[in-house]
């Protein structure tokens, strides 16, 4: 991981934007921006950096040029750094990927096809967790990212527009975020569900709880004792009330990492991040993953962990199933259409519901293993 990027380094892949026109008005230095359609005023510093980029000249050449009209080296280096992430963040600077410094990463999320460009392998390398199938060529791309660290910070624009910026370790976590946004939001008339989603004969067994029952946990347990992983998160309900997980990798936060050690001893190697609301995290490749595609609802269950508490496993009506999934769930216009009711609905025809209270992640795992294995 190239962490001390800086953009002397990063110089070499930033350009003026095509769009970006330098004008002198009442002898003041301008810059016009075709997208944004503003007007920016340079100071002569700044206006002496922007010709000098479009003489083509280094970020370093452009320090040593400042040195000469009597600014110290560090201020130089600020002037330039200040001065490109402002740009940059604009919209002014934009990149020019050469097959050197270009590292893409391309895939396919359901109904979103991805391409990611990264200004060096570390970055494309710490993203390729997020992918269940790695570097998958996709023919098509609906969304496209920008990441380039400068600064010491990683900025990303998605879809030529700038996106956020970030430290390092919070890149996978806000990258995942926003991406889950773009499935949402593509995947109509899907709605989304706030559950982990698990194969078992062909059928789907939905885990769904408020945040820290236990949701992640208890998946990868099951995971263990032979299902199929088709997300920790966001379940995609069909109008036709069959489901298919959105198959990022399971986020693992610190209460479960010496209980998950235990059968997984790869965990502790893998990186941590941290998620935007401070929560570290860690992301751990899955195998076996659920094919893509809708499968019927066999089972859904509502987690409940309580410490000291033995587990107990209490049957549902659909009624109160209902009332619970609609509470849980989502679409891309915030509010639930008569279309998304009736998909929820048809989820329950095939579906037995539970609400499974618990302390101890093993025994929960037998309880759902036993009655996912249950053909009565």
């Not at 094919?291 to 409940?304: A, D, H, L, T, Y």
Request: include cysteine.
């Amino acid at each position: 991981m190239t962490t001390q990027d800086s953009p002397l380094e990063l110089s070499s892949i930033l350009r003026p934007a095509a769009d970006a026109s330098f004008s002198l008005i009442d002898d003041r230095p301008v810059l016009f921006s075709e997208s944004n359609q503003t007007i920016y005023e340079l100071n002569p510093v700044a206006a002496f950096i922007w010709c000098s980029l479009l003489d083509h000249k280094t970020a370093g050449g452009i320090c040593q040029d400042l040195v000469k009209f009597e600014l110290d080296l560090p201020t130089a280096r600020q002037f330039v750094r200040q001065a490109f992430r402002n740009w940059f963040e604009s919209g002014l600077l934009e990149a020019k990927w050469g097959s050197s410094d270009r590292h893409d990463l391309t895939a396919n999320l359901g109904k979103l096809g991805v391409d990611i460009r990264t200004s060096s392998e570390g970055l494309k390398e710490l993203l390729l967790p997020l992918f269940s199938d790695g570097d998958v060529k996709t023919e098509q791309a609906s969304d496209k990212f920008e990441i380039l660290e400068i600064g010491g910070q990683v900025h990303v624009k998605h879809n030529g527009n700038s996106a956020f910026r970030c430290a390092i370790d919070e890149l996978v976590p806000t990258i995942k975020a926003l991406l889950t946004e773009q499935i949402v939001a593509q995947s109509f008339p899907n709605i989304a569900l706030h559950a982990a989603s698990l194969l078992k004969g062909g059928k789907a067994l939905l885990v769904s709880g408020c945040p820290g029952a236990g949701k992640t946990t208890l998946a990868l347990h099951l995971v263990h004792k032979g299902f199929e992983y088709g997300g920790d998160d966001i379940v995609l309900i069909a109008p036709d009330g069959q489901v298919e997980g959105v198959p990022f990798p399971p986020a693992l936060k610190p209460g479960a990492w010496a209980m998950i050690s235990e059968f997984r001893e790869d965990l502790s190697s893998t990186p941590v991040h941290k998620r935007l609301d401070g929560q570290r995290v860690r992301y751990l490749d899955i195998s076996p993953r659920a094919r893509g595609g809708n499968v019927p609802v066999g089972w859904i269950v509502f987690i409940k962990r309580i410490p000291q508490h033995p587990p107990n496993l209490t049957p549902l009506g659909q009624l109160e199933t209902m009332r619970r999934l609609i509470d849980g769930s989502y679409t891309a216009g915030e509010k639930l259409t008569r279309q998304g009711f009736n998909a929820i609905k048809q989820t329950l025809i095939h579906a037995r519901s539970f609400e499974l209270t618990y302390s101890d992640a093993g025994q929960a795992r037998d309880i759902l293993f036993d009655l996912c294995n249950d053909q009565s």
